[in-house]
């Protein structure tokens, strides 16, 4: 069993419109809806690699009311979000249809309390008892303390259950001097973090800081990653066009699995990148085509060049 | 006991953004929800003047019971909506802080099946033996008989029940040869259902065609009603500045609320016209403040020059 946190999850809402005009009248044309926030990603795509995932995080309202629901018909997903007295929140993506732009419109979540925070404290570390590796992904909603990664980083390592981190900005660097066993920014969260936007000297950096395993997503240009003993550079096998959305929470999902499975890392980095490269072509926003997933995966090797122990 | 049809009832959300940038990405600062849709705002404005109220039309999902909750917490308010598989339809208001303009984002609304559109005509006939008036107000839902209202104002004729009738195009087009009591189009509305943009000339039009009396909503301009006897002109005692968001549905409570209380045509369109001028000038959008109605209401009177018998 893996555990996924998503302390903001959201709502995902997709309206489809021909063009958006501002001070305008739209009529939508689709409307699509599924639970959103990046540690409900990352169980999805775990759960359809074949593995048990439990998420928590908060859930409230009428919209949390959905993310469950729709939650409690994914194969594979166990559902302990904690209820919190606000309602989840919305993110409205609005496309444009005659180019495919997009628009985005995030509500900010509920304020948490710290009664409720407590509350997710004690079910955390209940929940822990039980798994391989945990995942602490996105943003952090009101009313949370800046520092509530750096606990929950240290409360897995007590349990010694491994973690990875997914997040940003000073949440990310108070995490990071807990010593988590994987962080995976990008670019310029790891150059907020370290000050450096050359990836390697950056990852250096972020280990130096705490964190054990850095895994630099470059966008395009794949994963690079800085372990104790060696890094890698892995790449796409194909020029990617597509919807990048979710594409970060797939990578975190094949990081994950390889992690659990005890997967050599160049096999987990080209698992992540192949996952990720198929969610970018897929074409539902943050869904990934598993035929195409196991095609790419035979083609994704760590590029010569830059492999191989640092 | 007064009855409101709403075939297609909203959850009206309103977000609060800095200023809408096309294909940028927004935080919402501020998220507003009530219900929506016309026959559910005439509803709480004939609630707030005092007048039991129930409410019926289509009802579905997590929506559906957003707007329903809210509806219980509505003293005077009875909800008889009819329950639908799809989902009550959303709109979004995205209001410019900077500027205070609005982009509006409208869902279509989900199908109704021919079935719960039998079970919805069922539901409406019981429901117009207690009643002393009904008004049909807005847009049809897809899946709904052009011919719906047309239908609808005969059954309700046939029961003894006066009827107001408030939508636009083909629906009210085939409607009024079903001789409903009164329809409120608006300029646009009413020339389109009879060529007419001189408001006199087309409502003495949409007479012929077969509405009984027929009240005219020109803006800013106040009301024109023409009925058999006579035709009046009222226009508001103030310039307004505001959301004139509502203020058609408060001018359709004000002729329900004066018809079933008996009221002569005057004092029914100055009700309107105060109730109209108070909801655009209130600070919430489709409220009004009773203060100000009841300060308006004693200097609104129909204008000498237009008034009278015709």
Not at 13 to 25: A, K, S, V
Not at 81 to 88: I, N, Y
């Amino acid at each position: 069993m893996i555990l996924t946190v998503t302390l903001n999850p959201a709502l995902d809402i997709t309206y489809r419109i021909r063009e958006l005009r501002p001070h305008g009248t739209h009529r939508v044309s689709e409307v699509t809806e599924r639970p959103g926030g990046k540690g409900l990603n990352v169980a999805r795509v775990l759960a359809a690699l074949g593995h048990e995932v439990t998420v928590t995080g908060f859930t409230g309202g009428a919209t949390g009311r959905v993310v469950q629901d729709q939650l409690a018909s994914t194969p594979g997903v166990l559902d302990a979000l904690v209820p919190v007295s606000g309602a989840t929140r919305r993110t409205i993506a609005v496309v444009d249809e005659l180019t495919g732009d997009t628009t985005q419109l995030n509500e900010p979540g509920p304020t948490v309390t710290s009664a409720e925070w407590a509350a997710f404290l004690a079910a955390y570390e209940g929940l822990l008892s039980g798994v391989s590796a945990v995942a602490l992904c996105g943003s952090l909603p009101p009313g949370v303390p800046v520092g509530a990664y750096a606990g929950l980083v240290r409360t897995a390592r007590s349990a010694g259950v491994p973690v990875l981190l997914d997040t940003s900005g000073e949440p990310l660097r108070r995490a990071v001097a807990a010593r988590p066993d994987i962080i995976k920014p990008n670019i310029e969260e790891l150059a907020e973090l370290t000050g450096s936007h050359e990836p390697l000297r950056g990852a250096q950096d972020a280990r130096r800081r705490g964190a054990h395993t850095v895994v630099v997503s470059l966008g395009a240009k794949g994963l690079m990653a800085v372990t104790a003993e060696a890094h890698w550079h892995v790449t796409p096998p194909t020029h990617l066009r597509g919807n990048p959305t979710g594409a970060g929470d797939s990578a975190v999902a094949g990081l994950l699995s390889g992690l659990v499975e005890q997967l050599p890392w160049p096999d987990r980095l080209s698992r992540a990148v192949a996952l990720s490269a198929a969610t970018v072509l897929a074409p539902a926003a943050g869904e990934f085509d598993r035929a195409v997933y196991e095609e790419l995966l035979g083609r994704v090797s760590p590029s010569p060049g830059t492999t191989g122990r640092s």
